[in-house]
């Protein structure tokens, strides 16, 4: 999934929030949705016996905070793409491309540079594809590498394996 916006998120991407629980807390979980937890799924008399609000509508309490995109969490979108939907990208993507519709749209990330500034301008040099996305620096810095070396370690073990 291309990241649209740079770090830190702007306010209005609050409505697009990720949660993290502990998973004691959280019964039941729907993608892209929030989940069925323990406050939720409290009974009146549950809630009353707590010394808590009663409320036909749930209400996040000291359960939920914002946090701070840059110094605290990080989320990695990751998704496949069918190959049809990156069919005929190289005309898509590119500067000269006219769009005809909003369906009509390159669906092959073009990261900014790590250190892109607005004077860089919105085109790669040397091919002419029109950047679409942002780079997430924590990704790039601190997760790439140490997923890297785990991929390494596992691989190397499992190579000793298949030698043995």
């Known amino acids: 999934m291309k990241e649209t916006e740079p770090l830190p998120k702007p306010s209005w991407a609050i ?17 892209h949705y929030s989940p069925v937890n323990k406050d939720l799924a409290m009974y009146r008399s549950e809630v009353q016996k707590a010394l808590l609000d009663w409320s036909r509508r749930h209400r996040a309490r000291d359960s939920e905070r914002i946090v701070d995109d840059l110094l605290e969490a990080t989320m990695m979108h990751t998704k496949s793409t069918l190959p049809i939907k990156t069919e005929g ?70 190579k000793a394996k298949v030698e043995d």
């Open 15 to 31: 409505r697009a929030q990720k949660q993290i629980y502990r998973p004691w807390f959280v019964l039941n979980h729907f993608v």
């Open 89 to 158: 990208y190289k005309e898509l993507c590119h500067k000269d491309y006219q769009r005809t519709s909003k369906q009509d749209k390159c669906m092959v990330g073009f990261a900014r540079p790590l250190h892109w500034k607005k004077e860089d301008g919105e085109i790669r040099m040397h091919d002419n594809f029109v950047y679409n996305c942002y780079v997430n620096p924590k990704i790039i810095t601190e997760v790439a590498p140490r997923l890297k070396i785990v991929m390494n370690t596992w691989s190397n073990a499992t």
